[in-house]
């Protein structure tokens, strides 16, 4: 069903490389891409095979070498650096491999952070705030810090963080990476949670076969191509 | 101002590391606060003044400056003799007086030194003296009368009096370095009020006087001093004209040819003074003030540093969350700032009150001040230092942290 509806991500024939020295090292290939709005993408693939690099692409990032990234209409591929600072605020959640939550902010205030960049009152804030955390089932936690919460309760408020600004694409960096089986499990409920009941669009990267079954398409990186586009069984 | 609360939370990140540096800075605004506050004080007593200031007349050629007696009359009046010559509009005489307590055993202890003088001069030509607030001025008026009543009365500042080890109304006996033969017993009649007088003591002129003309009488020849007792002598101008028309007026009088006079304003006079000490101000102002600024700056840039180096994956989350260079800059400069502006008015207010009250100035004798006090603009200095080294100190770190690129970031981490 996913399929159907009009790409929000388009990538179209990029090129990125970077130089060591006198060493040019390339690492993604003419690559092209269309990512449905909604549709829950997975990017698997060897280390080295530049998934993180065409995540860090769409999520503005970083900007290719060659070639041109549509997110939503808009061509980030040519925006500078400020733009696209002002543009993910909005437009993208970031989930990382280790949450990377600031250890002395409560969750509460690590989830505010990006919205201190937008022109809201503070009891516009606190709303949107505690409205994230409740989807993510952390509302008792929220004068909690890092340190004081599991695994899977720093990546739920990472999600939170990922979410609060309303974006309509959540990219994440193996989001279970650094978890157990069970809390792994709950992460990907939640993600397929967000996307079933918000209509998020999500990218992620894993070198999980078990988390990419819960996408609705698994995209194979190598070498900076992509080599197979298989649809998920599960879903 | 949203940011403001990410910069609390980050000073308190590493609670011992943001006391050692601000410890580091409040000992250093501290040391600059003491520094300043002396030249300030000095600058202030240089500065040259426009109305209602003093006049120093001095002997021309010879520090220290030994005039005759004979002087202080005609000095007092401007030199003037003729019909449309103006007088001073107040004039008081020195004269150094020194000695100690002990004939065998000197000390800086058991040493006084006095300023021989008219003691109504004390309430109308010293300064400070001559703006007492209304309470200490009715208590310092009855210590003068006492004064002018008793030719053998001393006035004593108060932490002379203790260093002495006596009491108001004690008699002590002065064995005299200057005027040798001359040595005089004194009943101290009363204090100085606290400040700049704590160290200093008065005597009647009349006294000095008068025991100059005992020892004539008993020595049958003249004490050596005897016509060099007069020192200094203060005149009061009401503005630079006056002045001018009076230092001509002295300067073209006939009387005062052997020894020549010289005149000018008491800030010249203490500049001049101030020569004999020109290389250790200049080493205070040029050498050590900023050793101390530069150290400051290196002390928070090395705290600084090592946080920016420890958050540099924090900065990238930044950045990633849609957080610009400039905000990061803000924040990093801005918990250097917050640092070094609080530690710097805490050291100011803590010098300030301790200085002030508790140690009753800085004992630093130079030129005729005993004791400096730390000004109350030292508050904002110390806030402005503070601010301002914690500024040139975290630039460089806060740069390097707001140019800090995601994708490096996430890669070594990764």
Known sequence: ?235 | MKLFGLIADNILRNPVRSLLTILGTMVLVFVVTLVWSILDFLNAATATRTSNFKAIVTERWRLPSQMPYSYAATLKEGAAREPGHIRPRDAMCWSFYGGSLDREKRTRENSLFAFALEPPKLLTMMDELDSLPPDQHREFAEVVRRLEQNRQGIILGRQRLEAIQKRVGDRIKIYSLNYRGIDLEFEIVGLFPPGRYDNSAAMNIDYLTAALDAYQRENGQPHPLADKSLNLVWLRMQDTAEFDRIAQQILTAPYYSNPAVKIETASSGIATFLEAYRDLLWGMRYLLAPAILVTMALVISNAISISVRERQVEFAVLKVLGYRPFHILSLVLGEAILVGSLSGLVSAALTFSVVNYVVGGIKFPIAFFGAFFIPSQALLWGTIVGAATALAGSFLPAWSACRVKVTDVFARVG
Not at chain 1, 108 to 135: F, G, T
Not at chain 1, 166 to 177: K, M, R
Not at chain 1, 179 to 201: N, Q, Y
Not at chain 1, 225 to 234: I, K, N, Y
């Open chain 1, 1 to 235: 069903m996913a399929q159907a509806q009009p790409p929000i991500v388009v990538v179209e024939d990029i090129h990125k490389f970077f130089t060591r020295g006198s060493e040019r090292i390339d690492v993604l290939n003419g690559l092209s891409l269309e990512v449905p709005e909604g549709e829950f993408l997975a990017l698997m693939g060897p280390s080295g095979s530049g998934k993180t690099t065409l995540l860090n692409l769409i999520a503005g990032l970083d900007r290719p070498s060659q070639g041109r990234i549509w997110v939503r209409g808009q061509e980030i591929s040519s925006m500078s650096e400020g733009q696209l600072a002002g543009w993910r605020t909005r437009n993208i959640g970031f989930v990382f491999q280790f949450y990377h939550l600031i250890p002395v902010l409560t969750a509460y205030r690590n989830v505010e952070l990006p919205l201190l960049l937008l022109p809201l009152s503070r009891a516009q804030r606190r709303r949107q705030v505690l409205n994230a955390l409740d989807i993510v089932g952390l509302s008792d936690r929220i004068h909690h810090r890092p340190g004081q919460l599991s695994g899977g309760q720093q990546q739920r408020v990472g999600i939170a963080r990922a979410i609060v600004t309303d974006p309509a694409i959540i990219v994440a960096d193996e989001p279970t990476g650094d978890l157990d089986a069970k809390s792994a499990e709950e992460i990907l409920d939640l993600l397929c949670e967000l996307r079933s009941s918000l209509g998020k669009t999500i990218i992620m990267v894993t070198h999980d076969p078990r988390a990419a079954q819960r996408a609705d398409r698994v995209l194979h990186l190598d070498k900076g191509r992509l080599t197979s586009e298989v649809p998920s069984a599960v879903s």
